[in-house]
């Protein structure tokens, strides 16, 4: 049994410019206004802050992270009351 290959097809130029001029050329004429780059740049900015407060409130609603943030106020607190008496004996002891 012999393949058989399917017959090629040529097509033929029907224009006169090659797909690298016409790019080229469209690349050339096309030339954005800072108007527009400065107004699709205040909406991009707009949306991702939209997101990164919708990701930081979720963020803040999961019981990890909060109960992590109650350990930290926790050692902060603690740490504060460690350190007043070390801060005023020092206060003391330059007199």
Known sequence: MAAQSAPKVVLK???????????TNMLKNKQ????????????????ASARNRRLAQQMENRPSVQAALKLKQ??????????????????????
């Open 13 to 23: 130029s029907t224009t006169k410019m090659s797909l690298n001029e016409r790019f």
């Open 32 to 47: 954005p206004t800072p108007v527009n780059i400065r107004a699709s740049m205040q909406q991009q900015q707009q949306l």
């Open 74 to 95: 926790g050692v902060c607190h603690l740490c504060g009351l460690f350190l007043l008496p070390m801060s005023i004996n020092l206060s003391f002891s330059d007199l």
